[in-house]
């Protein structure tokens, strides 16, 4: 399959210069990304995770032209990145969660401006998507507000749409809800599934909420040791892993532990609440249909598993079974 991101046994070692002794020095390399391979089609929002040092940042950073892979074939839109960082700039995007590209001591909208001349952006079109940008993410009182003086969740909504003052076909996002509060992360999330679904913008997505996936992307992609592990959608990830949502009910009154068919069974009981576990790739509305039907309901909950512990059970699984990692059948 052609792709718009395409990458074909792409890898990217580093030399480390470390210290042994007062005149000595060791040379070591770290491969970073190994022998990856894999296809992202126009329009596609696809998660990008992994464990702390796998390889994700350094593959965004070749995708972007940052860093010249050290072997293998890698094209965004048919373009060679570290070759034609310039010609592919114009047509991709980047937010960094933890990193700001706005003017930080300039109001907001001066970064704007400084954007609209870096680009090149035609007036018309800046005008059209700074007015959009203000609307959906709500930063018409935010203009005139220097950035350092913005919120987290206030800068992070102003640094998304910097990155889309000149309708980039690629979004690159490293952990763009970070720190956020519920309603910014809500805000976000909303505004990315309209971008995706009205202009087709192809999203890559770093994170380390599992939410950011699952409202956001039908396939994700798990990396660890610079490998793919797997490719699929969700549901797939946490089959493999056999990772579980909880359930929190709270009852009217405290009673015995709630009567569920396995495997979704009753792990704590404290007063009128209860916690029951069951498999995260199982829809809970049965069991709250259950609950409901035959017990006193007040409330209820459902917590999703930790992104890194679904990641690990992942990995562990995969490493105690012979067979290949789970491939994308329609990549
Ligand atoms: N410039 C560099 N020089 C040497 N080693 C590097 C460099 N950049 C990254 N590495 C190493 O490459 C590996 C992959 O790092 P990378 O930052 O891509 O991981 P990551 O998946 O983004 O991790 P995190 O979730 O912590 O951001 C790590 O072992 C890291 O130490």
Redesign the pocket.
Same mark, same amino acid.
């Given at each position: 399959m052609t792709g718009f991101i395409e990458l074909d046994g792409v890898e @990217?070692v580093?030399? =480390?210069r470390r210290r042994t002794g007062l005149l000595r020095r060791e040379r070591r390399q =770290?491969? %970073? =990304?190994d022998s990856l391979t894999f296809r992202v089609a126009r329009g596609e929002m696809v998660g990008y995770i992994?464990?702390?040092? %796998?390889? @994700?940042? +350094? +593959? =965004? @950073?070749m995708l972007t032209g940052i860093?010249t892979p050290s072997g293998g074939r890698l094209r965004v839109a048919g373009i060679d990145p570290s070759r034609e960082r310039t010609r592919l700039a114009h047509r991709m995007g980047v937010v960094f969660g933890q990193r700001t590209t706005l003017w930080w001591d300039l109001p907001l909208i001066d970064s704007y401006r400084l954007v609209h001349r870096m680009y090149r952006i035609p007036e018309a079109r800046y005008r059209a998507n700074l007015e959009r940008c203000v609307e959906l993410l709500e930063l018409a009182d935010l203009l005139d507000v220097p950035v350092r003086q913005l919120s987290l969740g206030q800068r992070m909504r102003g640094d998304i749409a910097a990155a889309l003052l000149h309708d980039p076909e690629v979004l690159y996002l490293?952990e763009p809800t970070i720190g956020l509060d519920v309603v910014s992360k809500a805000r976000v999330r909303e505004f990315l599934r309209d971008l995706n679904a009205e202009r087709g913008t192809t999203v890559l997505l +770093?994170t380390?909420d599992l939410q950011d996936i699952e409202q956001l992307c039908s396939r994700v992609m798990v990396?660890d040791h610079?490998r793919l592990m797997y490719d699929g959608p969700l549901a797939g990830l946490h089959e493999v892993g056999e990772s579980e949502r909880t359930l929190v009910v709270d009852l009217e009154r405290e009673l015995p532990p709630v009567a569920v068919p396995a495997p979704a069974r009753v792990v704590r009981v404290e007063g009128p609440r209860q916690w029951l576990a069951f498999p995260a790739a199982q829809s809970a509305a049965p069991l709250v249909a259950r609950i409901a039907a035959e017990y006193p309901l007040a409330d209820l909950s459902v917590r999703e598993p930790d992104i890194e512990a679904v990641i690990a059970r992942m990995l562990h699984s995969l490493r105690d079974t012979p067979e290949p990692p789970a491939e994308r059948a329609s990549a």
């Open positions: @990217k580093f030399e =480390v =770290v491969r %970073a =990304v992994g464990p702390n040092g %796998a390889g @994700k940042s +350094t +593959t =965004v @950073k860093l490293d +770093t380390h990396i610079g």
